[in-house]
């Protein structure tokens, strides 16, 4: 047995004795007779403890405390309590706090037998040392001071343990006195003003009119006697549960909606156009459930017991809910480090029973500690509710996006002109998909086809399906390339490329009419009644599969157009599910300044996509962070829910609606040029002889070519490099070796070229 045990052993067998000779004290007491001393023999003790009870009871009742001396073995049985269990609670606090009622509550029994005339004779009530204290007292500062000074004592008492201030009673009295005193002037007031010169005969008439003053007195306040009671009730609920500060609860923000159809036809004249309908989105379930208050104060003061367990202190500050999540503010105690919250995280998960929590240690712009914990019925943010708010109706962004809502319910709405590109990331089920599906319907819902272009890139190839119908109306069309929805790697790369040589032609566009971006473009062809320069969203599902294909020739045009596209109204939205440094790229991430990380795997993850952890702790579904362009701290965000039927239906409807003018831009070149470019921009005579070294030796490793050729490390990797992209060689996969893809036949097909 170890050290630890046997003193955990020891402290055990300490708190039963202990709290078995409590329960003897508190039955002795209970039993005690007032007439019975320890002189009278056994057969005239009527306690139940016999000589032992008496003894017990003479002593402490007759000679100690008096009836004071019932809060003794209470102290015995909290000690008790306190080492045989794993109950934890604030021990000393309470000994103290019930040691100074022992000697308050004999000195006030003391008082009030003896006042106002102070005899010889002791107290049966106060005990011999409250009988003492009393007269000792009472000569010195008279029965009005000594009154006063067991008063004082008890309010000192009461609110310290309350943990009340004494400035915060005085103001408690203050206002009930002024509340009441106003309420009685109101009421005579009223009096007043309801005086008739009739003569009223009638006494139930009488009655009734008395009655309606009453309630109408009552009405005007409620107000003011309800606040005062829930405070009262409020601060003494919290104080006994150990809560130091006040808790403000938040409750959601309820969102006024708005008939957007109906809005949308006062403002936007129209002929051969029609906005889709909001109907076409799934109407929203009536949903009543709300978090009581009693239930959030008990799991704040839960949350706080349960982290002091750990060693860890602090205060419970606000609440606030929302429809997903609530967030627990906590004041840590001084010399409490705040990374000791985001240690227990796992922890808090457990004991609140939540599959994950957040910690924000500390929140930003506070000294306060956030943990925010998934609400038990959370409910479901549908597209509809964003799109037909007040908030999405009066945003003057032009590329708004109807993202979901806040941690508070708040409707969330993004601007991806502001952005001006936004990168997604995200593990399989997050909501990645479902949010880029918000995103582009936010966007139909908004701009006509003459204002705004698709370009979908879909490498899984099911995924994006749903908007072929938008063929004719919305999707970018590239000569060349016979995919509505791209979904073949070689035609991404001819589409990023063709995008790429589109951006440059518009910029020779604005220099020749004088203009510096796309809305003063447009504002000056609107005057002209030209045709508008139409907004390109690029859109593409899954960046790792087609950076895997060619990083180079992907890599290359995402970046130049993040950097330049900006003006000429080209914007990106790129997602992927590998969020790894070999897809997320350096130079990717520097000009995606707008990120958002859905529900990731690991810490490492987090910080590649937003640079701080916190997207491993989300719980999925449409649960991400934002991280807003020129901010160091994401924002927490619930993403909105779209079926595949809302999209149907929506794409549908814009279907059959006239077909604008058709746009069409040249592909730049075909696939086949573009791999001879890329043959013929590497050219290095080891190459061969490297391929070689590689299929003989059957290791595709870097060292191995530096030390067979006396090669640099730079140059072997290029090798490796090139032998990947003419798949001789595997990609890189980590610890593990690369995977050599050709055999020795190949070597044949090398000699060939170097005779030739």
């Known amino acids: 047995m170890s050290e630890k045990s046997d003193i955990k052993m020891k402290l055990e067998t300490i708190g039963w004795l202990l709290g078995?000779?409590?329960?003897?004290?508190?039955?002795?007491?209970?039993?005690?007779?007032?007439?019975?001393?320890?002189?009278?023999?056994?057969?005239?003790?009527?306690?139940?403890?016999?000589?032992?009870?008496?003894?017990?009871?003479?002593?402490?009742?007759?000679?100690?405390?008096?009836?004071?001396?019932?809060?003794?073995?209470?102290?015995?049985?909290?000690?008790?309590?306190?080492?045989?269990?794993?109950?934890?609670?604030?021990?000393?606090?309470?000994?103290?706090?019930?040691?100074?009622?022992?000697?308050?509550?004999?000195?006030?029994?003391?008082?009030?037998?003896?006042?106002?005339?102070?005899?010889?004779?002791?107290?049966?009530?106060?005990?011999?040392?409250?009988?003492?204290?009393?007269?000792?007292?009472?000569?010195?500062?008279?029965?009005?001071?000594?009154?006063?000074?067991?008063?004082v004592l008890w309010i000192l008492l009461?609110?310290?343990?309350?943990?009340?201030?004494?400035?915060?009673?005085?103001?408690?009295?203050?206002?009930?006195?002024?509340?009441?005193?106003?309420?009685?002037?109101?009421?005579?007031?009223?009096?007043?003003?309801?005086?008739?010169?009739?003569?009223?005969?009638?006494?139930?008439?009488?009655?009734?009119?008395?009655?309606?003053?009453?309630?109408?007195e009552l009405v005007d306040n409620s107000d003011v006697i309800e606040e005062e009671i829930i405070s009262d009730i409020d601060d003494v609920s919290e104080k006994k549960l150990g809560v130091e500060d006040e808790l403000s609860i938040e409750k959601g923000i309820v969102e006024k909606e708005v008939d957007i159809d109906e809005k949308r036809e006062k403002s936007i004249i129209r002929k051969d156009w029609k906005f889709p309908s909001v109907d076409l989105l799934e109407s929203i379930p009536i949903d009543?459930?709300?978090?009581?208050?009693?239930?959030?104060?008990?799991?704040?003061?839960?949350?706080?017991?349960?982290?002091?367990?750990?060693?860890?202190?602090?205060?419970?500050?606000?609440?606030?809910?929302?429809?997903?999540?609530?967030?627990?503010?906590?004041?840590?105690?001084?010399?409490?480090?705040?990374?000791?919250?985001?240690?227990?995280?796992?922890?808090?998960?457990?004991?609140?029973?939540?599959?994950?929590?957040?910690?924000?240690?500390?929140?930003?712009?506070?000294?306060?500690?956030?943990?925010?914990?998934p609400n038990d019925n959370p409910q479901t943010i549908y597209l509809k509710s964003v799109i037909n708010s007040e908030k999405y109706l009066k945003s003057d962004a032009k590329l708004k996006l109807a993202i979901g809502k806040g941690t508070l319910g708040d409707i969330a709405i993004l601007d991806?002109?502001?952005?001006?590109?936004?990168?997604?990331?995200?593990?399989?089920?997050?909501?990645?998909?479902?949010?880029?599906?918000?995103?582009?319907?936010?966007?139909?819902?908004?701009?006509?086809?003459?204002?705004?272009?698709?370009?979908?890139?879909?490498?899984?190839?099911?995924?994006?399906?749903?908007?072929?119908?938008?063929?004719?109306?919305?999707?970018?069309?590239?000569?060349?390339?016979?995919?509505?929805?791209?979904?073949?790697?070689?035609?991404?790369?001819?589409?990023?490329?063709?995008?790429?040589?589109?951006?440059?032609?518009?910029?020779?566009?604005?220099?020749?009419?004088?203009?510096?971006n796309i809305t003063e473009y447009n504002q000056g062809m609107k005057k002209k009644s030209k045709d508008l320069m139409p907004y390109i969203v690029l859109v593409v599902d899954e960046l790792a599969d087609i950076m895997m294909y060619n990083q180079r020739d992907v890599e290359v045009p995402i970046a130049r157009l993040a950097q330049l596209a900006r003006a000429v109204g080209i914007h990106l939205v790129i997602a992927t599910q590998r969020p790894s440094v070999d897809v997320i790229t350096g130079v990717i991430k520097a000009n995606f300044a707008a990120r958002i990380a859905f529900q990731v795997a690991t810490k490492i993850d987090s910080r590649t996509i937003i640079d701080v952890n916190g997207a491993d702790k989300l719980i999925g579904k449409g649960d991400m962070l934002y991280q807003k362009p020129g901010s160091s701290s994401p924002v927490r965000l619930h993403g909105a829910f779209i079926t595949l039927k809302e999209i149907e239906d929506v794409v549908n409807y814009i279907s059959e609606q006239p077909k604008p003018t058709e746009l069409v831009?040249?592909?730049?070149?075909?696939?086949?040029?573009?791999?001879?470019?890329?043959?013929?921009s590497f050219n290095d005579e080891l190459l061969n002889k490297a391929i070689e070294i590689i299929i003989v030796s059957k290791q595709a490793s870097i060292s191995l070519l530096q030390r067979r050729l006396s090669i640099g490390y730079s140059r072997a990797a290029r090798l490796i490099d090139e032998m990947e992209r003419l798949r001789i060689v595997g990609p890189f996969s980590g610890s593990k070796a690369r995977e050599i893809l050709v055999d020795e036949s190949y070597l044949e097909t090398i000699r060939d070229d170097e005779e030739i």
């Open 20 to 151: 078995f000779f409590s329960l003897l004290v508190l039955g002795s007491l209970i039993g005690h007779d007032s007439s019975e001393d320890p002189s009278l023999t056994s057969a005239n003790i009527n306690n139940p403890f016999n000589i032992v009870g008496v003894y017990t009871s003479y002593v402490l009742v007759k000679l100690g405390f008096g009836y004071g001396s019932y809060f003794i073995p209470i102290i015995g049985l909290a000690i008790s309590l306190q080492l045989i269990s794993n109950f934890k609670f604030e021990l000393y606090r309470i000994v103290r706090y019930l040691t100074a009622l022992i000697f308050l509550s004999s000195i006030t029994f003391g008082l009030i037998e003896n006042y106002p005339s102070f005899s010889d004779n002791m107290s049966s009530y106060s005990g011999l040392l409250g009988w003492a204290v009393v007269n000792l007292l009472h000569d010195w500062i008279g029965p009005i001071g000594l009154v006063g000074l067991v008063t």
């Open 158 to 216: 009461i609110g310290g343990f309350f943990r009340l201030s004494s400035y915060k009673i005085g103001g408690l009295l203050i206002s009930s006195i002024r509340n009441r005193f106003d309420s009685i002037k109101s009421s005579l007031a009223k009096k007043k003003t309801s005086d008739s010169p009739k003569i009223i005969k009638d006494e139930s008439f009488l009655d009734d009119v008395i009655k309606q003053e009453d309630e109408e």
């Open 288 to 373: 009543s459930e709300s978090l009581s208050n009693d239930y959030l104060k008990e799991r704040a003061e839960f949350l706080r017991n349960s982290i002091s367990t750990f060693g860890v202190e602090g205060k419970t500050g606000s609440i606030k809910t929302g429809p997903i999540i609530t967030l627990f503010e906590i004041e840590p105690s001084e010399g409490v480090r705040v990374n000791k919250f985001v240690q227990l995280s796992d922890d808090i998960a457990r004991v609140m029973e939540a599959d994950r929590v957040r910690v924000l240690a500390p929140i930003p712009g506070t000294s306060l500690v956030g943990i925010e914990i």
């Open 416 to 516: 991806l002109g502001e952005m001006p590109h936004l990168l997604i990331a995200g593990t399989t089920g997050s909501g990645k998909s479902v949010s880029l599906n918000a995103i582009i319907v936010s966007l139909l819902y908004q701009l006509k086809p003459e204002e705004l272009k698709f370009v979908i890139i879909d490498p899984k190839k099911v995924e994006m399906t749903l908007y072929k119908g938008l063929e004719d109306h919305y999707l970018l069309k590239f000569d060349g390339i016979d995919e509505s929805i791209i979904t073949k790697k070689e035609n991404a790369i001819l589409a990023l490329r063709s995008l790429e040589r589109e951006m440059d032609s518009r910029y020779d566009l604005l220099a020749n009419e004088g203009k510096r």
């Open 665 to 680: 831009i040249e592909t730049i070149k075909d696939i086949t040029s573009i791999l001879n470019d890329n043959e013929n």
